[in-house]
């Protein structure tokens, strides 16, 4: 582990391989392919939010007459692979990486998403609590304590690979103190220096994914007839967790 958590450090991200049995993750994925969408981007009509949903919903089989880009859905929490099997060993991960200080899961943020064919552009950002679209000039790695102030984790239910679009990552971003409150007017810049500098590492079922919030990533064009879907997970410092809470912020 004390390697992959050194990459973590200098990169602001790294891949574990081989941690999880290949058949539950295999088993997991059969049984989120029948999760409830709960919000998404369907094509010729754009992002879906929750009540877009359940308007849908009156009309559609989400499942199956819906043509979704992207979709997520709630993270089963009587799943006994992801209890006892995928939240312990993140969950040690997270004691390590927070060195000490409490820190929890963002309800909001522990959600199953599936990729379908599609190609959106990219879309760099950071993660909570990094970076609030709904509120740009909350600033909290500005002052809060220092820190990594979060950690996300990606684990894939199927292969990630370049052609179905697997997470790409800007190395060493996380190294950054991003002005976001102009992250919009920023948009172009911010593509183009992702483009330039990204890299897109495959990630095999059994392994995950592991990055600070603050590591600009993007999701990729997939270019498959597969569906690829994983399971992610946020941990957030507490500190940053009560002022959440505080401002009333996801």
């Not at 369907?42 to 359940?54: E, F, I, S, T």
């Not at 879309?123 to 509120?135: E, I």
């Not at 052609?163 to 800007?170: K, L, R």
Request: with cysteine; charged share 25%; net charge negative.
């Amino acid at each position: 582990m004390e390697i992959f958590l050194k990459d973590l450090e200098k990169d602001g991200l790294t891949i574990f391989k081989d941690i999880f049995n290949k058949e539950d993750m295999r088993s997991l994925n059969y049984a989120c392919s029948t999760l409830r969408p709960k919000v998404g981007n369907v094509r010729d009509l754009g992002w879906c939010n929750h009540k877009d949903v359940d308007e849908l919903e009156k009309t559609h089989s989400l499942l199956t007459d819906v043509d979704w880009c992207y979709h997520w859905a709630e993270t089963p929490e009587d799943n006994q692979i992801i209890s006892n099997g995928i939240l312990p060993v993140i969950a040690s991960i997270c004691d390590k990486v927070f060195t000490g200080k409490e820190w929890g899961w963002q309800e909001t943020n522990k959600y199953v998403m599936s990729n379908f064919n599609h190609d959106q552009g990219v879309a760099p950002h950071l993660d909570a609590p990094y970076l609030w679209p709904q509120k740009l000039d909350c600033q909290m790695v500005k002052y809060l304590d220092q820190g990594i102030l979060s950690l996300t984790f990606m684990i894939p239910l199927t292969n990630f690979t370049i052609e179905n679009g697997a997470t790409a990552y800007v190395p060493g971003t996380h190294k950054y103190i991003w002005d976001t409150s102009i992250w919009n007017e920023s948009k172009v810049t911010h593509q183009q220096f992702f483009r330039d500098n990204y890299i897109q590492p495959s990630v095999e079922v059994g392994g995950f994914a592991c990055f600070y919030g603050n590591t600009m990533h993007s999701v990729m064009a997939n270019k498959t007839n597969e569906v690829r879907r994983g399971i992610i997970y946020r941990a957030i410092r507490q500190d940053a967790l009560d002022e959440m809470e505080r401002i009333g912020l996801g």
